[in-house]
T-cell receptor, first 114, second 112 residues
């Protein structure tokens, strides 16, 4: 399984863009990058995913480097409600679904500063 | 509304007792997962199941057992062999045509 590494914690001022990095240097060609976030004592919530192109949705943007060895999650205008732990994971393409061991790392604890 | 329901929200275990955490989903998902989370830590995989009557050990399966007799249900039993069971337990599921992993709201297990 591909592994991911993330900084343990980050701070960001309210209203600024929060940029959360993730390294996944052993990612395979058919593996997607997924981002989830977990607010204290709740189940993680899906944010966004991508394969090799940059992606944007109503929550965030995902920038994946050309060699796909790292990515950055961008929260364009951070609010206090964005304070959470953010997890970056990689998983195989859906065609390989059948024996998928989904593992999470320790994530990045993002604190939005008023 | 479709989703994953975990119960109970809080559970207390006595020494030497087995306890079972419930996880039910009505999303028609094939795969289900159990994770353990300790304070300030990430999620660690306990067991996962891709299909009814089949399941695989995750990274920390010792002291736990599961069953998958129905597609919608994936209960986790914390046995007396698990010497440090106090943790937050999360259940998740994903469908074969769905890209997103859905999580339940979790069960906090504590030892009396």
């Amino acid at each position: 399984d591909a592994k991911t590494t993330q900084p343990p914690s980050m701070d960001c001022a309210e209203g600024r863009a929060a940029n959360l990095p993730c390294n996944h240097s052993t990612i395979s060609g058919n593996e997607y990058v997924y981002w989830y976030r977990q607010i204290h004592s709740q189940g993680p919530q899906y944010i966004i995913h991508g394969l090799k192109n940059n992606e944007t949705n109503e929550m965030a943007s995902l920038i994946i480097t050309e060699d796909r060895k790292s990515s950055t999650l961008i929260l364009p205008h951070a609010t206090l409600r964005d304070t959470a732990v953010y997890y970056c994971i990689v998983r195989a393409h859906l065609s390989n679904f059948g024996n998928e061991k989904l593992t999470f790392g320790t994530g990045t604890r993002l604190t939005i500063i008023p | 509304d479709g989703g994953i329901t975990q119960s109970p929200k809080y559970l207390f275990r006595k020494e030497g007792q087995n306890v079972t955490l419930s996880c039910e989903q009505n999303l028609n998902h094939d795969a289900m997962y159990w994770y353990r989370q300790d304070p300030g830590q990430g999620l660690r995989l306990i067991y996962y199941s891709q299909i009814v009557n089949d399941f695989q050990k995750g990274d920390i399966a010792e002291g736990y057992s599961v069953s998958r007799e129905k597609k919608e249900s994936f209960p986790l039993t914390v046995t007396s062999a698990q010497k440090n069971p106090t943790a937050f337990y999360l259940c998740a599921s994903i469908g074969s045509t769905n890209e997103k992993l859905f999580f339940g709201s979790g069960t906090q297990l504590s030892v009396l």
